[in-house]
């Protein structure tokens, strides 16, 4: 139901009722502009884009508080969303008052004080996360940062560092206790946290895999705990015989004991873990940029050495697209012209070896 009505004053009193039969209404100077607000909110509530006004009025803080409650998250994916929208200039603000210009904004006053893009990008995203589920959930009518432009990202010289074999070798032989972590980060590519995750029942003596089904949260002991793996990133991979045998000692361990703990009896976590790899790292002489992930780097070069295509490193290394692995690791593949320098000779060299006429020798 709507009605436009012109009030003794001379104000016009346009109302409608919502889908939930709640009556709202609104004055206006002119006949004309009561029409024109009146086609506007019945087109909202037809097309499933109209707000409740009332909703909006809810702070940017709370509105925040509330959609994570609705998320199912792992703790690393919160603390970013809370990194990210606590970092808006329009925390106290009422959410329908924030406009596309202050989400622009916001955006360049990051990239000015020095933010990296790919930081800047990650927090727009869950800013606008959280501005799209308030449109779905009729909060506002629209989200004003469905537009806004983050600054590109530069291309960057590749600079990730490869370990040769015998580095890895001089690893395993300088980390004591800590060896058999090196061993499966380097021989099946598991991240810190799925590394620090395994459990005995994960090792199958049978089919030479090891399954990843959690990983270790959290960078201090007070803060680590045990939880899904990154979304995709449950497999099982396939890895070498000695590694199995390296890992045999844990045969008659219970199924669900972790297998790798500190010396103290802490699970391992970022900050212990990598303490481990720098002593390593001292140790051997390498420089800063050799870190524990390099080892997973390492596998994943291997792979790619070997021959593997996308889609088989992609699946042992957890990634939940093909192009993730690509954007990684796509300067490691041969390119269209280093097969054809390769290919041509080859050929070329076969054709020569045959009996051919016209003189080809």
Known sequence: MVSLKQRPNGVWRAR?????????????????????????????????????????????????SRWLEMQVWADGSVTSAITSTSSVPWRQKSIRDVKSG??????????????????????????HMAFRVSVDNQVIPRSPASRTKAPRQRKKSVTMRILTADQVAAALEAAGEFRLFVAVCAFAGLRLG????????DIDFERNTISVRRQVLGTS???????????GSERDIFVPRELIDMLAGDKKLSPDTLLFRTPLGHLYNRNNAGHEWRKIRVLLGFDDEVKLHTLRHTFASN????????????????????????????????????????????FMGHVRGLRAPCGLH
């Not at 799925?194 to 029942?201: I, M």
Request: net charge neutral; proline share 6%; hydrophobic share 35%.
């Open 194 to 201: 799925e590394a620090a995750g395994l459990q005995a029942g």
């Open 303 to 346: 792979l790619i050495a070997s021959g593997s295509d996308v889609v088989t490193v992609q699946r042992a290394l957890g990634h939940s697209q093909p192009s993730i692995t690509l954007d990684v690791y796509s300067h490691l593949w041969p390119s269209a012209e280093d097969k054809t320098r390769s290919a041509t000779p080859t």
């Open 221 to 231: 002991i007070p803060s680590t705990n045990v939880g899904p793996p990154k979304a």
């Open 16 to 64: 409608y009722r919502d889908q939930d039969n709640k009556e709202h209404s609104k004055h206006f100077k002119t006949k004309r502009e009561g029409e024109a607000w009146l086609v506007e909110q019945k087109a909202a509530i037809a097309t499933g884009q109209w707000a409740s006004p009332a909703a909006g009025r809810i702070m940017w803080d709370e509105w925040v």
């Open 102 to 127: 202050d989400v622009q904004l916001w955006v360049t006053h990051e990239a000015d004080r020095g933010l990296a893009p790919s930081t800047i990008r990650t927090r727009l995203n869950y800013v």
